[in-house]
């Protein structure tokens, strides 16, 4: 159950939408139900932040994971608001974009971006174990075409998802960096608008996930 959220959101995020942004801006797309959000989360915003040298990072709350069965989902405006409330880094946004425009498959929303922003480049950040069902999402070959990837690795899916059909799917244009390298390299992760490759980034070994959270609060 997600936790009772303020009745009014940060005014930073009452135009939720679509953000306004500077030219070229590298911005860090993170999917999914946020049922509920978690420090986890925040975690993996702040690694790919560091990693890639994003200036923002987005949460794309979804009405609802196609991949995912709706049994134990928190009604849609709470998880928004839940996500709002947690989201306190001005580099972090949460939008209601896929409801607003009616998607809630990846590859639609990033089409869907791609008409919307002309010069941003995004990048999509996905977890470990995403990466190991990857190849299941619909159109992933066009997402693997479309934008870079960041995985954030975690724990217990190091090996099975670099091993997995999603990883084979990406194709062989991947960087690993290592906890050590990690937030110390002088340039952070570059993946040029046309070659687009993927990261795998070791230092995510959060252990918190929104099923242990729900587990919890039974």
Known sequence: MVKNAPNKPHRRHLFSAVPSFR????????????????????????????????????????????????????????????ARMLAQPRWLRVLDFERRHHTTKTADTLRKLGQLFAHPQFFW????DNLKQFSAWDRAALIAGTVPILVMNRPGYTYRALGSAGAALLGHKRRIMSPRRLGREKQPVRHGRQKYGWSFIHQTRNPLSA????????
């Open 211 to 218: 099923t242990l959270l729900r587990a919890g609060a039974r």
């Open 23 to 82: 030219y070229h801006r590298r911005i860090g797309l993170m999917g999914g139900s946020f049922n509920p959000a978690h420090d986890g989360h925040l975690y993996i915003a702040e690694q790919a932040r560091v990693a890639a040298g994003l200036d923002e990072v987005w949460w794309l709350v979804s009405p609802q994971n196609p991949l995912k069965t709706s049994d134990g989902m928190a009604k849609f405006e709470d998880r928004l608001d839940y």
């Open 125 to 128: 950040i996905m977890g470990a």
